[in-house]
Nanobody
Framework: QVQLVESGGGLVQVGGSLRLSCSAA??????MGWFRQAPGKEREWVST???????YYADSVKGRFTISRDNAENTLYLQMNSLKPEDTAVYYC????????????????????WGQGTQVTVSS
């Protein structure tokens, strides 16, 4: 049974940092990523990493967020620094059944498995 469980969200002040974790039970995935959804907005891609190589970031988080994974622990991370109020959202971990090509990594519909989400709130 596929299960993705996020943790690490919370309330932080502007300029602060948080580290999100996503534990993937059941199997190993090549392509995993983070998405986020703010109230009243569509789900937005944040970052993706492939076990086979390649890490990708949305322009809005480039230079501030770092995605990484511990393959031995089957865990995905998102280190978020210099947080801004516009980073406030529910953050979701996602995994694709198969390796995604570069042009597809930002497409939510290409990911088959999703976590329940963790709330990140950045206060000004």
């Amino acid at each position: 049974q596929v299960q993705l469980v996020e943790s690490g969200g919370g309330l932080v002040q502007v300029g602060g940092s948080l580290r999100l974790s996503c534990s993937a039970a059941g199997r190993t995935y090549d392509t995993m990523g983070w998405f986020r959804q703010a109230p009243g907005k569509e789900r937005e891609w944040v970052s993706t990493t492939r076990r086979s190589g390649g890490t990708y970031y949305a322009d809005s988080v480039k230079g501030r967020f770092t995605i990484s994974r511990d393959n031995a622990e089957n865990t995905l991370y998102l280190q978020m620094n210099s947080l801004k109020p516009e980073d406030t959202a529910v953050y979701y971990c996602a995994a694709a059944v198969n390796r995604l090509i570069t042009s597809s990594v930002g497409m939510a519909r290409m990911y088959s498995y999703w976590g329940q989400g963790t709330q990140v709130t950045v206060s000004s």
